[in-house]
C-alpha cells in the first residue's frame, strides 16, 4: 500500500515563496515517476510538475519558470514554489507512479491546502 504525505502548504501573500514536501511510504520497488497536481475550487485537476528517475521533468505552461520540482531518494519530492501568485490557490497533490511520466499518476496523497492573497 503506498502512501503519500504531503506538506508545507500555507497562506501566503503574492510574491511569496512556499517549499511542497512529499514523503512517500510503503512501495517497495521504485516510483518512476513522483509529481505535483493541483485543484482549484470548482476546477477539475490539474499536473503541476513532475520528475522521473532519469531525471527528467514536466511542467505546466501556468508555473514554468516559477515553481521548480526535484526528488530525494525513491519515494520523497519537493515543490519549491517561488512568486505565487493567486490564481496559485488551490490543494496540491503528491502524485506517484511506476510509469515514466503517465498521463494520469496511479497514487495520490490527501493534498495540502495552499492559499495566496492579493
Known amino acids: 500500500q503506498v502512501r503519500l504525505v504531503e506538506s508545507g502548504g500555507g497562506l501566503v501573500q503574492s510574491g511569496a515563496s512556499l517549499r511542497l514536501s512529499c514523503q512517500g511510504s510503503g512501495y517497495g520497488r521504485s516510483l518512476i515517476t513522483m509529481g505535483w497536481y493541483r485543484q482549484a475550487r470548482g476546477n477539475q485537476r490539474d499536473m503541476v510538475a513532475s520528475v522521473a528517475t532519469d531525471g527528467s521533468t514536466r511542467y505546466s505552461d501556468a508555473v514554468k519558470g516559477r515553481f521548480t520540482i526535484s526528488r530525494h531518494a525513491n519515494l520523497t519530492v519537493f515543490l519549491q514554489m517561488n512568486s505565487l501568485k493567486v490564481e496559485d490557490t488551490a490543494t496540491y497533490y503528491c502524485?506517484?507512479?511506476?510509469?515514466?511520466?503517465?498521463?494520469?499518476?496511479?497514487?495520490w496523497g490527501r493534498g495540502t491546502q495552499v492559499t495566496v492573497s492579493s
Open positions: 502524485t506517484g507512479d511506476p510509469k515514466k511520466h503517465p498521463s494520469y499518476p496511479g497514487f
